[in-house]
């Protein structure tokens, strides 16, 4: 190995790489040239190199010491090799990826859930009491989880001796390591079902059908989600459940629009009433009517507000506001006295002068926001 071969370049970190840089890049490039795996001409000597090159700067002094004069030994500048005499290469892959099988044994948590629950309008601005059902995975009552008949104590694996894994010691041209796996046989558990327990047939869980009671908060919109903390499935061995999330979904109104906090009611009005003015009773969300006095000359898309009769704060206290906004509805079908009175009151307004203060504009936005 030459002397234009550095361990930063070995293993394509930079010079100011932090420890978890240089062993992730280690990591991934021992198990992509590792002779065992890589079966290319050059795979035994590229896993040689970066495993000197991990050797190197895994170690703080060594790193220093090479930072500082291009080498770590003295060899007259042969960059960092001389490393061979100082461990077996498989030794440091063995000592860099013993223990990484996963084990199964202790408690695990359980699977979080979602649903879906339809409610009405009044009911997301109101709050309500409802009932789901729902499916979920729950500890046997027969063998409390342990799927051994009738509770019994489960007896160690003797294929791993209780441990749940199962270590196999492989030669390579480097060195030996060791190849860890979970046990097969316990599934990583460590102890096995001897005697099943009927009800689950000893798998220590059952899925189940159950019915919960959740109170809906008043405010709630469409789409909220709301978590009801270990409602989910429950662990193995002894883990805590996982949560319920349910997913609200809010029916339309036939009368009232949600726009945040408030509640946007369409008032429909002839051109009389919008051009002399009246009193008109109007309904809210609250099951009651309310009478709203119009001015003279209310225009179309012209919105009055009704404060404290919209949506309550999810968090905290008062309510929103409605808002009534006022459509001016010009009619299709005339009786010929209608027409005359219209064209006598056409003649006498004349036509009017189009805005110059962009209120024009401001009124159609507003009519189709």
């Known amino acids: 190995m030459t002397s234009s071969r550095d361990p930063y370049s070995e293993l394509g970190v930079a010079r100011d790489a932090s420890a978890e840089d240089i062993k992730r890049s280690f990591r991934k490039l021992a198990m992509e040239y ?40 003295g060899n007259n500048g042969q960059g960092f090799a001389g490393f061979e005499s100082m461990g077996g290469f498989g030794d440091i892959f063995d000592a860099f990826f013993r223990g990484t099988a996963a084990r199964r044994s202790g408690p695990q948590r359980g699977a979080d859930l979602e649903t879906r629950l339809t409610i009405d309008f009044e009911e997301s ?5 409802k009932e789901i059902s729902f499916h979920r995975t729950e500890n046997c009552q027969d063998c409390r989880g342990t799927g051994q008949r009738d509770a019994a104590p ?9 441990s749940g894994e199962i270590r196999r010691v492989q030669q390579s041209l480097f060195g030996q390591y060791v190849n860890v796996a979970a046990c097969p046989t316990c599934e990583g558990d460590g102890s096995v079902v001897t005697d099943a327990c009927v009800a689950c047939r000893g798998q220590g869980q059952q899925r189940a059908r159950v019915s919960q009671h959740i109170k809906v908060p008043a405010g709630v919109e469409d789409g909220s989600q709301i978590r009801f903390a270990g409602e989910g499935d429950s662990g193995a061995r002894g ?8 997913e609200l979904r809010v029916e339309e109104h036939e009368l009232f629009t949600r726009v945040d906090r408030d509640l946007v009611y369409e008032l429909p009005l002839n051109i ?17 009517e309310i009478n709203l006095e119009l001015s003279p000359g209310t225009q179309h898309g ?14 905290g206290s008062g309510r929103g506001n409605m808002l009534v906004r006022t459509h001016v509805v010009t009619p299709n ?37």
């Open 239 to 246: 883990g805590s459940s996982g949560n319920l999330y349910i």
């Open 333 to 369: 079908k005339l009786s010929d006295e209608q027409k005359e009175l219209l064209t006598e009151l056409a003649d006498s307004l004349g036509t009017p002068e189009v805005p110059t203060d962009g209120s024009l504009f401001d009124r159609i936005r507003g009519a189709f926001s």
């Open 302 to 315: 012209a919105i009055h507000t009704v404060k404290d009769r919209g949506v309550p704060h999810l968090r």
């Open 272 to 288: 009389a009433q919008a051009a002399l003015g009246t009193t008109v009773q109007i309904p809210t969300i609250d099951g009651d």
């Open 154 to 162: 489960l007896e160690s694996c003797s294929a791993c001796d209780g």
């Open 125 to 129: 601005i109101f709050g309500a009491d």
């Open 34 to 73: 590792h002779p065992d795996r890589n079966k290319s001409d050059d795979a035994e000597d590229r896993f040689k190199a970066v495993s000197a090159a991990y050797e190197v700067l895994s170690d703080p002094e060594k790193r220093a010491r090479f930072d500082r004069f291009g080498q770590v030994d």
